[in-house]
């Protein structure tokens, strides 16, 4: 077994994610867009310039139908979960999740934009497409699932915000698992989009 830290392209690009979205959860809330979509695009350079081999496109109707569900299944999770934290009164995580919404939700067109047009891509290109794409050169199938969502779970403690943690272990998971089992970014590109889109647009948990 190869060792990955020989792979100087996943370092850097581990290190320049990090360096980046603390940079970004440091700095004050007007300004998250804006950070945040500028490391999206630096992020997303990396592995571009970085993965010369092409993923395995699925059929745009399994892409889609894929997707969609698994959307969804994401969503429905995320709703029980914060239905049980609400029966629990588990005040921490219900603060935290308040805390989400009010600091880090879209609120202008441009944001809503850029997060379904640049932001959501880009993360499934870089974490997908090229972290557990060059862990699995490194890892067994169900070991670089494990890796790959902690790695892009990890960055999310500079926002010292618990919810938003279990929220990426969660949803990085279940992308994690579609992308060993299909390696296709289409199907997991779509199934964020609608489980955003349904987290933040038409049922929110505020």
């Known amino acids: 077994m190869k060792s990955c830290a020989k792979d100087g392209r996943l370092i850097l690009g581990l290190i320049s994610a990090h360096i980046l979205i603390y940079i970004t959860y440091h ?64 005040s921490s995580l219900t603060k935290d999740i308040s805390r989400l919404y009010k600091h880090y939700s879209p609120s202008l067109i441009w944001h809503f934009i850029v997060l379904f047009l640049v932001i959501i891509p880009g ?13 699995n050169e490194y ?7 494990i890796i790959a969502t902690v790695l892009y779970a990890l960055p999310m403690i500079y926002s010292q915000n618990i919810a938003l943690i279990l929220a990426g272990l969660t949803a990085g998971f279940i992308w994690a698992v579609l992308y060993q089992w299909k390696r296709s970014l289409s199907l997991v590109i779509i199934s964020h989009l609608i489980f955003d889109f349904l987290l933040l647009v038409i049922f929110p948990f505020r």
Request: proline share 0%; net charge positive.
């Open 27 to 90: 700095n004050t809330t007007a300004v998250f867009w804006y950070l945040y979509t500028a490391s999206i695009l630096f992020c997303v350079s990396i592995a571009i310039t970085s993965e010369k081999n092409k993923d395995i496109q699925s059929s745009i109707k399994e892409s889609i139908l894929y997707g969609v569900l698994s959307g969804v299944l994401i969503y429905a999770i995320f709703a029980l979960g914060n239905t049980i934290i609400q029966w629990l009164d588990i």
């Open 123 to 135: 993360e499934e290109i870089f974490w997908r497409g090229f972290v557990q794409k060059r862990i």
């Open 139 to 145: 890892f067994q199938g169900k070991s670089t699932i």
